[in-house]
């Protein structure tokens, strides 16, 4: 069974910078299509980024030129580097793995304060 750990959440004022990590168990890591999500206090789950096996980006329009997703194959991990970080970033950010199924991890607490 696979499971997603996230890390790399905290706190930091605005314009400052975060990077989130997910480390994935299981050997299909690099099989799978990996993402970022987040859920602002209140509001829906949304997509920030995902990134496909072949390392193709694709970014939600309220973080491009901000955000970079990366992913390292040989470590089953993806990564969220945010910079220029906005009172509006302020989420839960979870990872998600997506074969023709999909997992979450549970989910780490991002907080930027003007």
């Known amino acids: 069974q696979v499971q997603l750990v996230e890390s790399g959440g905290g706190s930091v004022q605005a314009g400052g910078s975060l990077r989130l990590s997910c480390a994935a168990s299981?050997?299909?890591?690099?099989?799978?299509?990996m993402g970022w999500y987040r859920q602002p206090p209140g509001k829906e789950r949304e997509l920030v980024a995902t990134?496909?096996?072949?390392?193709?980006?694709n970014y939600a329009d309220s973080v491009k030129g901000r955000f970079t997703i990366s992913r390292d194959n040989s470590k089953n991990t993806v990564y969220l580097q945010m910079n220029s970080l906005k009172p509006e970033d302020t989420a839960v950010y979870y990872c998600?793995?997506?074969?023709?199924?999909?997992?979450w991890g549970q989910g780490t607490q991002v907080t930027v304060s003007s």
């Open positions: 998600n793995l997506r074969l023709s199924w999909y997992v």
């Open positions: 299981g050997s299909i890591f690099s099989s799978a299509t």
């Open positions: 990134i496909t096996t072949g390392g193709s980006p």
